[in-house]
């Protein structure tokens, strides 16, 4: 058809039209999907099995020197699979488009035979003579019309054809010069599209090729539209995804996953393993679009992505568990959501939502991720499998520059972040093969905000049986009764030393406020004077380590003095999950997510949040920004 297309000038006509064999085009598209799957095998096999078996059993510069090579053929793989799935859907797309115009032809063309008019090759329609004459009562004269494509561009004359025949022929012209001017439409675009998919020349595939690709990407699922993106459930529960994504066909789960791997690789209640190769792929189309950028924002996200790519690539060490990437994309200021270990077989499943100034930058990557994958070590040594995930699933709040954003202050990115968190977790529980898992919500800092706003939701986290709140500033309600799994299955670990667990609350001060806004949480939390030392208030309601909130304390380092050789140290707020400085706090939480929270040792202080007392000192200059990758 392409050589016919151009869209209003094109000389496609209905008897084309109505000939076009789009069985053909879904062919050619069956042959780009089986080369597509190939290379797809193919890449699964290197980074599955060759790889590996170099890295672990092989040392020296001529192994080096072949996994770099294999790296590159599965970096081409890669590509292969994703522009020939992207062929696959744009002539699978283009029959779709073509079949629908030639049944609203064929229909058309039905009714002008069943009224014995006749179709002409240009697409007119004569019509008989029909109806009485005013004068005489003879019948009126027949005639013919011609088609109008686009009737809307077309004022109406306010003219009524006496002959009853001139209506119903203009409606059959109208039909079939609409099918034939969509028709010749879509061949067009899908030209240009069809044209775009090739590669350039040469054995490797540089950055730009994969700029191209996630353009490539972007036209084909803007012409897919209505061939794919409308049946994606997104308004459905987890449950209702899962059960679409496994009746779906394999064909029609390979072009989801070669056109929207964003939004299959997001979409709660679909497997882990479908979700990880979804953003796999999507990963790379993301550093792709972000490489073709110049700005601090894509540079920052675009190294977050790098890393966590090496990391996927080179697989897990001895003893490690797998990685999954569950969610991976560029909006706000970034999403990443990874497990280690596959959250659909794992008996226990802990989620760790991380919170003041993380966002997805490198240092999230290398630091954020590592917690995870330390806990669920941990926890994996006590008893039946574990998954521990870390969540940037929503804009936690970042550092406000002067007077800046309240974001910080309030609960608003709490209470979005909480909705999506629920949401995730519900697609947890659908898509977990036990029959009744168990579940774990960590939060940190003003994750912990995040996830009691989750709670606070009506049912609670779906499939969540703990909670447990580690450096907190306040979850937002007062009691661990309003948290929906019992306060025996609420549990917080509060170092003496940290900082956030001693911030006066809202109601103690506005001048707290504002030494919080100008000078960081350490001005807030020193001033002594506005403190009163017995409350157990701190930023967002009652402190979840008093003995009043009725958590279970669990025991944790006190990490170090806040001041020390005449300097600002807040490195007590980010230790609970490091073994290696920590490892009382990390083992307690893997024995809670393990599901042997009676074996955790416990705090018995009754109050933390009075328990030091500090005064007022110079802390100019002391921004939130020294809370980078510890909120």
Known sequence: MSGRSGGAGSGLTWSVLREVK????????????????????????????????????????????????????????????????????????????????QRVLQGALDDAAALKFTVHADGSVTYPAAGEGLVGGKPLAGGTASGVPNPGMVPPSGLVAPNPNAGKAQDIADRVAQAVRAAADADWRYTRILRSLKAHE?????????????????????????????????????????????????????EYLAVYPDRIGNLDGIPALVRDAANRDNLQLL??????????????????????????RAGPKVGEPPMYLLGI???????AIVSYGNPDTARNVAAYVPGLNTSLDKEFAEGDLKRARD???????????????????????????????????????????GLAFREFMNGMEAANENENPHMTAIGHSYGSRTVGAAAQQSGGIPGVDEIIFVGSPGVGVNSADDLGVGREHVFVG???????????????????????????????YVLGDL?????????????????????RRFEVGDGPFLIGKG??????????????IDSTSVDNMAMIAAGRAHLIQTESRADAHGSIDFHVFPCRGVTHSVFRGSG
């Not at 050619?28 to 799957?37: H, I, L, P, T």
């Not at 059993?57 to 793989?77: H, I, K, S």
């Not at 403190?531 to 958590?551: I, L």
């Open 287 to 312: 550093m792709g679009k972000l490489e073709g950028r110049d700005d601090d924002d894509a540079a920052t996200k675009l190294a977050a992505l790098r890393e966590i790519d090496r990391q996927l």
């Open 22 to 101: 789009c069985a053909e085009l879904e062919q050619a598209a069956d042959g780009w999907g089986r080369v597509s799957n190939r290379a797809d095998a193919a890449r699964d096999r290197i980074e599955g099995q060759l790889l590996p078996g170099l890295r672990d059993t092989q040392r020296g510069e001529a192994p080096d020197a072949a996994v770099w090579g294999l790296r590159r053929l599965g970096t081409n793989f890669q590509y292969i699979y994703t522009e020939c799935g992207l062929l696959r859907t744009t002539l699978n797309s283009l029959a779709h488009e073509i079949k629908t115009q």
């Open 375 to 417: 806990l669920s070590i941990a926890a994996n040594q006590h008893g039946a499998p574990a998954a521990a995930i870390t969540w940037l699933g929503y804009d936690a709040p970042q550092s406000p520059d002067g007077l800046g954003s309240l974001s910080v202050a309030v609960s608003g990115k709490a209470d979005e972040g």
């Open 531 to 551: 403190a009163d030392g017995g409350n157990d208030d701190v930023w967002f309601g009652r402190d979840p380590a008093s003995e009043a909130f009725g958590a």
């Open 202 to 254: 040469g054995l490797g595939v540089p950055v730009a090729t994969w700029t191209d690709a996630a353009a490539d990407a972007a036209a084909v699922r803007g012409a897919a539209r209505g061939y794919l993106r409308d049946a994606i459930p997104h308004d459905a529960s987890p449950a209702e995804r899962k059960a679409w994504w496994a009746g779906l066909t394999d064909e029609q789960r390979e």
């Open 567 to 580: 300097k600002l140290n807040i490195d007590a707020h980010s230790e609970y999950f490091d073994p290696e």
């Open 494 to 524: 509060a170092a003496a030393n940290d900082i956030v667990t001693k911030l006066p609350s809202a109601e103690e001060s506005a001048v707290g406020l504002v030494e919080m806004l100008y000078r960081g949480p350490a001005a807030a």
């Open 329 to 335: 994309g560029d909006q706000g200021n970034g999403r």
